[in-house]
């Protein structure tokens, strides 16, 4: 199904997101690219951009920009981390059963709610990342992060040992813009995703075919380009890996490995988990389905094939280095076509982090984002299931829309982003049973509804007549630049540009355009 734009949001219908114009490598001649192509860059490589970013960005040449954006990397996180990141699976455990033997009876007789340490480090684990999303100043390296995240997925609901996670996400940033084999071998070995799909528990004599499976189909070659002995072979391979009680590190325990002989993609071999990794990546379509899922993120929604067997070539030929096909994919003429801008829906966390990057709010809970982030279909750490988010148009539907606009409203109607309330079916409980509960994150499976939109201190986007009271990051732009700004194509309804900034601001993020990058 596709969408179109209509005043009252996301419509479906026959007609597609504008399709990518033509595709190909341009020469790029060293001229300043001007401010709609600068806005354009900033949209699809960070979470958004304000006035000033993109005037920072516009009288640089294209080439020189893009570079400057894939130098600007840090392979550590500028949040400093939670202080339980060293605790190991045994002791978490420990606490646990603490915790849970601790509960008293409520009002009701029946056992309280309590801030178990598995949820809680949970909870404070989606804070963290939304933190750093929030502060970074590398935001590319962040949203290739959650890229990767999506790709090889691990959920905090089923690994249920933040540590591990944690140091998932650390791995992941490291790799972000560095080498796919590096990533590919450690992601194989990674304690969270053993733990997600089973691999602690694959011994020579009972495999475990999960993680095989999704090696095949979901993280390389796809459905259609190897066969259930494929995957038998491949779960073998992988057979003695597990963790470290104790540490939560990864343990290769030979001992319960099958060392027997194994044909896998028609090749035959005394193969450990390694060995079918390289296999893996010789093979042409591992590097094809890299290069069709970033083309995906940052191009369109509409891979051109020639195009994408050519990049995944050169990234196959120049050893996985992902930094070189990132660079491609940004100076290639499907992603510069001014036909492709506003063609790519902002995801649930692309548009609650980059709305409140942009317009600097104060947000003195990031739990009520991620409260957010799980109303329209997102919360870091906790995808769906193994195939990850599929985004795209998925986004988009007549519950999520509503939401949406249920989030801009919040944000036009406050300058800070205060505490929600819980929803109805939370309200409606008064015992002490309740009122604990209004402190942890939302049920696991759960979706609750944000209230209505209140002001804040009597304060409200539409009331900031002056430049001033819009923040250091619009308070500079006239109405006509914040419009260009925010939007990736022209609005739907008239903005107009002679009222107060506020109230061209407020006009802005309520229009169904600010939606798109």
């Known amino acids: 199904m596709f969408f179109r734009l209509s005043r009252r949001g996301f419509v479906a219908a026959g007609v597609s997101l504008p399709a990518m114009g033509w595709a190909g490598w341009g020469v790029h001649a060293a001229v300043p690219m001007g401010f709609d192509q600068a806005r354009s860059l900033l949209s699809r490589t960070a979470f958004g951009a304000t006035p000033d970013e993109i005037r920072a960005l516009e009288a640089q040449d294209y080439e020189s920009a893009v570079d400057r954006l894939l130098g600007n990397f ?136 999960n993680f095989a499976r999704e090696l095949l189909e979901l993280f390389t070659l796809g459905e259609g380009h190897y066969s259930e002995a494929d995957i038998k072979a491949a779960a073998r391979a992988f057979t003695g890996r597990t963790i470290d009680r104790e540490t939560g590190g990864f343990v290769d325990r030979p001992q319960r490995h099958d060392d027997g002989e194994k044909m896998f993609l028609g090749r035959t071999g005394r193969f450990g988990g390694d060995e079918i990794v390289d296999i893996l990546l010789a093979h042409p379509r591992t590097a094809e389905t890299i290069v069709e899922k970033m083309w995906r993120e940052f191009v369109s929604l509409k891979p051109d094939t020639a195009e994408i067997r050519r990049l995944a070539a050169s990234f196959r030929s120049g050893g996985y280095e ?110 002490r049973r309740a009122e604990r509960r209004q402190q942890m994150p939302p049920d696991e499976g759960s979706v609750q509804m944000m209230e209505p939109a209140r002001p804040v201190e009597g304060r409200s986007l539409r009331n900031a007549g002056t430049a001033a009271r819009l923040g250091p990051g619009l308070g500079s732009a006239d109405s006509a630049t914040l419009i260009r700004a925010l939007l990736p194509r022209p609005p739907i309804d008239r903005v107009d540009a002679s009222r107060a900034p506020g109230e061209v601001v407020a006009a802005v993020l309520l229009d169904p355009a600010y939606q798109l990058k």
């Open 322 to 431: 992902i930094r070189p096909l990132l660079r491609s994919l940004l100076l290639s003429r499907a992603f510069r076509d001014p036909g492709n801008r506003g063609s790519l829906i902002k995801s649930p966390v692309e548009l609650i982090v980059g709305t409140v990057r942009i317009l600097g709010l104060p947000v003195q809970e990031k739990t009520q984002l991620v409260r957010m982030m799980q109303g329209l279909g997102q919360v870091p750490f906790d995808p769906p299931n193994v195939k990850g988010w599929a985004g795209g148009e998925s986004w988009i539907t007549t519950y999520t829309l509503l939401l949406r606009q249920q989030f801009l409203r919040r944000i036009v109607e406050a300058t800070t982003v205060a505490p929600m309330e819980p929803g109805i079916n939370m309200a409606a409980r008064s015992n």
């Open 74 to 209: 840090r392979p550590q996180a500028a949040t400093p981390a939670p202080a339980w990141i060293d605790l190991g699976p045994a002791e978490v455990r420990r606490q646990q059963r603490a915790a849970e033997a601790g509960r008293k009876p409520g009002v009701d007789g029946k056992p309280l709610q309590i801030a178990r340490p598995v949820q809680e480090q949970g909870r404070e684990l989606r804070n963290w990342w939304v933190e750093e999303m929030l502060v970074t100043d590398q935001p590319l390296v962040e949203r290739m992060v959650l890229f990767w995240h999506n790709h090889f997925t691990s959920s905090m609901l089923k690994v249920r040992y933040a540590p591990a996670m944690f140091r998932q996400n650390a791995l992941f940033r490291r790799e972000a813009l560095g080498n796919f084999r590096i990533l590919f071998k450690a992601v194989a070995r990674d304690p969270a995703m053993l733990i997600y799909l089973d691999g602690i528990r694959s011994v020579a004599d009972e495999p475990n075919e």
